[in-house]
Nanobody, 129 residues
Framework: QVHLAESGGGSVQAGGSLRLSCAASGYPPRKFCMAWFRQAPGKEREGVAAIEEDGTRTYATSVKGRFTISKDNADNTLYLQMNDLKPEDTAMYYC???????????????????????WGQGTQVTVSS
C-alpha cells in the first residue's frame, strides 16, 4: 500500500527557510514522478515543484530560484528546500506521487494535481511579514 508522510512545516519570518520532507513507502519512488503542491485557504491547489524519474525538475514561476525539489532514492524520501520565504508562500503543503507515469518531458503537466494518485496528509507552512 502506498503511503506518503510529510514533515518539516512550521512558522517562519519572511526571508527565512524551511525544508520539507516526504517519506514514501510501498513503492520505489525513483521510478515515478513526484511533486509538491500547496493550497491556501480559498485557493486552488497549486503545483509547486515536480521531479520526474530521470531527475528532470519543473517549478512554478512564483517559486523558481527560491525552492529546490530533490529526492533520495536510498531512503525513499522527497524533499523541498524553501529559501527566501514570503508571506504568499503560506499554505498547506502536500507531496504526491504519480504511479502511472514517470516522465512528462519537463512540461508543466508534471505539476498538474489531476495526474497524481497518491497524496500525503499535508504539512502547514506559515510565513509572517
Amino acid at each position: 500500500q502506498v503511503h506518503l508522510a510529510e514533515s518539516g512545516g512550521g512558522s517562519v519570518q519572511a526571508g527565512g527557510s524551511l525544508r520539507l520532507s516526504c517519506a514514501a513507502s510501498g513503492y520505489p519512488p525513483r521510478k515515478f514522478c513526484m511533486a509538491w503542491f500547496r493550497q491556501a485557504p480559498g485557493k486552488e491547489r497549486e503545483g509547486v515543484a515536480a521531479i520526474e524519474e530521470d531527475g528532470t525538475r519543473t517549478y512554478a514561476t512564483s517559486v523558481k530560484g527560491r525552492f529546490t525539489i530533490s529526492k533520495d532514492n536510498a531512503d525513499n524520501t522527497l524533499y523541498l528546500q524553501m529559501n527566501d520565504l514570503k508571506p504568499e508562500d503560506t499554505a498547506m503543503y502536500y507531496c504526491a506521487a504519480d504511479l502511472r507515469r514517470g516522465s512528462y518531458g519537463g512540461s508543466y503537466h508534471a505539476r498538474s494535481p489531476a495526474n497524481y494518485d497518491y497524496w500525503g496528509q499535508g504539512t502547514q507552512v506559515t510565513v509572517s511579514s
